[in-house]
């Protein structure tokens, strides 16, 4: 098993991971509307999704988009799953491989909740073709 980190070092780990894979820009926003009531939630955030998680070696940043597309898409977390989307292509993830991942959200969660992805993604996508 792998040595554990410490907190701190792991806060700040996954603020280096967070920051590559969500951008600077999403993450100072996100930072800039902590209160006190979600700082503690925020922390978690980033100490266990992007500081364990994420920076673990198990699978690469793809196939870790690619899960957490599924994921997302499956469990209707629109707004998680169109921040995602995004992050998918910061990683590497080419159009191809999310349309593949929501064609598997179809069969294996349902048809709407793919149906709501694809439109998200594909409004992202295609913003992108205009940038």
């Known amino acids: 098993m792998p040595d554990r980190l410490d907190d701190e070092?792991?806060?700040?780990?996954?603020?280096?991971?967070?920051?590559?894979?969500?951008?600077?820009?999403?993450?100072?926003?996100?930072?800039?509307?902590?209160?006190?009531?979600?700082?503690?939630?925020?922390?978690?955030?980033?100490?266990?999704?992007?500081?364990?998680?994420?920076?673990?070696?198990?699978?690469?940043?793809?196939?870790?988009?690619m899960l957490t597309l599924a994921?997302?898409?499956?469990?209707?977390?629109?707004?998680?799953f169109a921040m995602h989307v995004k992050a998918a292509r910061r990683n590497g993830v080419p159009p191809e491989h999310i349309r593949e991942v929501l064609m598997h959200v179809a069969v294996y969660a349902g048809v709407p909740r793919a149906n709501s992805a694809f439109a998200i993604a594909n409004t992202i996508l295609g913003d992108e073709k205009s940038d």
């Open 9 to 65: 070092t792991r806060r700040a780990q996954g603020m280096g991971v967070r920051r590559e894979v969500l951008g600077d820009e999403h993450v100072d926003r996100a930072n800039s509307k902590i209160t006190p009531f979600t700082e503690g939630f925020q922390d978690f955030i980033t100490r266990y999704a992007w500081g364990e998680l994420w920076s673990g070696d198990g699978v690469d940043r793809q196939t870790r988009s």
């Open 71 to 80: 994921i997302l898409a499956a469990v209707g977390c629109e707004d998680e």
